[in-house]
């Protein structure tokens, strides 16, 4: 199996399914956008279960970064994919990553439109829950579940099990819009600067793993 390092990955190429290059390369926002990819997250990975402590080391890092030096890129660690059968790219590892920087795309695309860019793909969210109905649904338009939200957006008591699938995303949610606020109440903030900071300078190395790979083999190349 061929090994790449290529910085100008084409995945239109990488995602068919006779492709055999295992492919790693940077990727920010702005080239997901540019080269059209959609995420799936597959049925074997597990739900969000981000907690506030991880968000909140999450943003606070990214502010300190573009306080710091917003012309520099800033890395977010790795991501594995993989080509998948409906057509999008499976996001084999880095998920949890990945889902939050969508949420926070998402809350701060009010103040910069680019970012929708990133969070949806035509009228869908760039990233697909597989097998996940509700959290598709509540990535799509969180109005739909209004009815079991308080003003605040936290999910209202003795409704949880209704919705179980979507209670993290809308705990997250809430988390990353209460942060943004805290953050807005500090001179050197700008939400609009903040967003495009991270469309262009954040970027994840990623690891792109033939469809057809033994996944097993794959990962016992890195230890």
Same mark, same amino acid.
Request: hydrophobic share 35%; with cysteine.
């Given at each position: 199996?061929?090994? &790449? *390092?290529?910085?100008?990955?084409?995945?239109?190429?990488?995602?068919?399914?006779? =492709?055999?290059?295992? @492919?790693?390369?940077?990727?920010?926002?702005?080239?997901?956008?540019?080269?059209? &990819?959609?995420? =799936?997250?597959?049925?074997?990975?597990?739900?969000?279960?981000?907690?506030?402590?991880?968000?909140?080391? %999450?943003?606070?890092? %990214?502010?300190?970064?573009?306080? =710091?030096? /917003?012309?520099?890129?800033?890395?977010?660690?790795?991501?594995?994919?993989?080509?998948?059968?409906?057509?999008?790219?499976?996001?084999?590892?880095? #998920? #949890?990553?990945?889902? @939050?920087?969508? *949420?926070?795309?998402?809350? %701060? /695309?009010? !103040?910069?439109?680019?970012?929708?860019?990133?969070?949806?793909?035509?009228?869908?969210?760039?990233?697909?829950? /597989?097998?996940?109905? #509700?959290?598709?649904? +509540?990535?799509?338009?969180?109005?739909?579940?209004?009815? +079991? %939200?308080?003003?605040?957006?936290?999910?209202?008591?003795?409704?949880?099990?209704?919705?179980?699938?979507? &209670?993290?995303?809308?705990?997250?949610?809430?988390?990353?819009?209460?942060? *943004?606020?805290?953050?807005?109440?500090?001179?050197?903030?700008? !939400?609009?600067?903040?967003?495009?900071?991270?469309?262009?300078?954040?970027?994840?190395?990623?690891?792109?793993?033939? *469809?057809? /790979?033994?996944? =097993?083999?794959?990962?016992?190349?890195?230890?």
């Amino acid at each position: 199996m061929k090994v &790449i *390092l290529n910085k100008n990955t084409d995945f239109s190429v990488l995602a068919k399914a006779e =492709n055999k290059t295992i @492919s790693a390369s940077l990727l920010n926002l702005e080239k997901v956008v540019e080269e059209n &990819i959609q995420f =799936n997250i597959p049925i074997y990975q597990r739900l969000y279960v981000w907690k506030i402590n991880q968000i909140k080391t %999450l943003l606070e890092d %990214l502010k300190t970064a573009f306080y =710091n030096s /917003s012309n520099d890129s800033y890395f977010l660690g790795g991501i594995m994919l993989s080509s998948s059968t409906n057509g999008k790219i499976d996001l084999v590892d880095g #998920q #949890q990553r990945f889902t @939050s920087l969508w *949420l926070i795309c998402d809350a %701060l /695309s009010e !103040s910069n439109p680019k970012l929708k860019r990133f969070t949806y793909y035509g009228s869908e969210p760039r990233i697909h829950f /597989s097998i996940r109905d #509700q959290a598709q649904e +509540y990535l799509k338009d969180q109005n739909k579940f209004k009815e +079991y %939200l308080n003003d605040k957006g936290e999910i209202m008591k003795g409704l949880e099990s209704e919705i179980s699938e979507i &209670i993290p995303l809308a705990t997250g949610r809430r988390i990353i819009i209460d942060l *943004l606020e805290e953050f807005k109440k500090e001179e050197r903030f700008n !939400s609009k600067s903040f967003g495009n900071y991270i469309f262009h300078k954040v970027q994840f190395s990623q690891t792109f793993i033939p *469809l057809k /790979s033994d996944m =097993n083999r794959v990962f016992g190349g890195y230890e």
